[in-house]
């Protein structure tokens, strides 16, 4: 009999289980799932703060004289006119245009990047990078466990975080990232997040991962900070219609199935993989539109999941790749790729199959959530 791998864990897998985590296998790590009540993770994050484990993360650093024309050839954005210290969201897609994966791309100098894969991805990417590296004066360097990444998240975070940091916030604008250091400690500070909210993603060394830790939960518990688990970070996204890899994500879809064709950068120079089928997909979607992700709002009570046949009029129109309770609109909510004949908002008719009922759902315009300004 096969045993099953061990799970890694992060560098802060003790401090997890004194506070009592529910711990849970996501993508080979053990990560804490949530501390208490997920719907009070999700609110804290909402309306105070929320103190997140991110470590699972794969950074992948790419340096040399070619990083840049490296990255513009291996992903479909591009990279070479992003500014040193701006960051951007962007794909790695395969020749036939599939998503692999969606990442955020760092500018930390005029020839170094540094590219943040999903925890399941990571190795995938890696190898592309490195198999796309061949022609390019560029190194690829698996940078995996050289850091551990914390997540403060919420219209506190950035009051709490600029207690503990000598980095100027108030000129940190969003998907931007600038060196320096948080309780003493050298980080990499990141306006970043993937909870709809204002926030912060801070690299730092998983040697420090622990004192960070402390010293932002010390500051920011009095602003209402609360340590928070995947969990509510799987609601917090939804409810910001935040795509998910493997669910509105995956290699059966195009960016622009997934209605995410702006990352596609066609006028930069130079080929890149996959350029010939996107533009395939581009054409295609002109004319003959693919599936549209919308939102759906339950009118009942039952949870749409993953793979559940959306409906209309007798006749399956499409299918959730995301749902779960809301706690901010206080409904069951689904994203799903429907039919576009169905997704205007308003359509009426439409429902989720639910265990052979077909519960009614109002298709509404995402996000579901957008924070005020």
């Not at 020749?95 to 500018?107: C, E, F, N, P, S």
């Not at 604008?173 to 909870?195: D, H, M, N, Q, S």
Request: hydrophobic share 40%; proline share 6%; glycine share 12%.
């Amino acid at each position: 009999m096969s045993s099953s791998p061990i799970p890694r864990t992060t560098a802060l897998d003790a401090l997890h289980r004194s506070l009592g985590a529910t711990m849970t296998d996501f993508a080979g790590w053990d990560m804490p799932l949530r501390y208490g009540s997920e719907r009070d993770e999700h609110l804290a994050v909402r309306t105070k703060a929320g103190l997140f484990d991110l470590s699972h993360m794969g950074e992948i650093t790419v340096t040399g004289p070619e990083a840049a024309a490296l990255l513009d050839y291996a992903l479909v954005g591009n990279i070479g006119s992003v500014a040193v210290g701006r960051a951007r969201y962007t794909m790695i897609c395969r020749a036939d245009g599939g998503i692999l994966d969606d990442l955020i791309v760092y500018r930390l100098a005029e020839t170094e990047y540094l590219v943040v894969a999903n925890a399941g991805n990571a190795q995938v990417v890696l190898d592309a990078l490195v198999e796309r590296s061949d022609s390019f004066d560029a190194v690829v360097r698996d940078d995996r466990d050289a850091y551990a990444l914390i997540a403060v998240q919420g219209p506190e975070s950035p009051g709490i975080l600029k207690s503990l940091t000598d980095a100027d916030l108030d000129g940190l604008k969003y998907y931007a990232g600038l060196p320096g250091t948080v309780a003493g400690v050298p980080a990499l500070i990141a306006r970043t997040g993937y909870t709809g909210e204002d926030g912060f993603e801070l690299f730092v060394a998983p040697g420090d991962a622990e004192k960070v830790w402390q010293a932002l939960t010390d500051a920011g518990t009095p602003a209402g900070l609360v340590p928070c688990g995947l969990s509510c970070r799987d609601t917090l996204r939804l409810e910001a219609g935040m795509p998910l890899y493997g669910h509105e994500l995956t290699t059966s879809l195009t960016p622009f199935d997934a209605g995410l064709g702006r990352v596609v950068k066609f006028e930069k120079a130079g080929d890149f993989v996959g350029r010939a089928a996107l533009r395939e997909a581009a054409e295609r979607a002109s004319y003959e539109p693919p599936r549209v992700l919308v939102g759906l709002v339950a009118e009942g009570r039952r949870v749409p999941r993953a793979g559940y046949a959306v409906v209309a009029n007798g006749r399956v129109i499409g299918e959730v790749t995301s749902g779960a309770p809301s706690p901010t609109l206080g409904k069951p909510i689904a994203m799903a790729y429907v039919d576009s004949t169905h997704a205007a908002p308003g359509t009426a008719g439409v429902g989720v199959d639910i265990r052979g009922s077909h519960e009614p759902y109002e298709i509404v315009a995402l996000p579901f959530y957008k924070r005020q300004k």
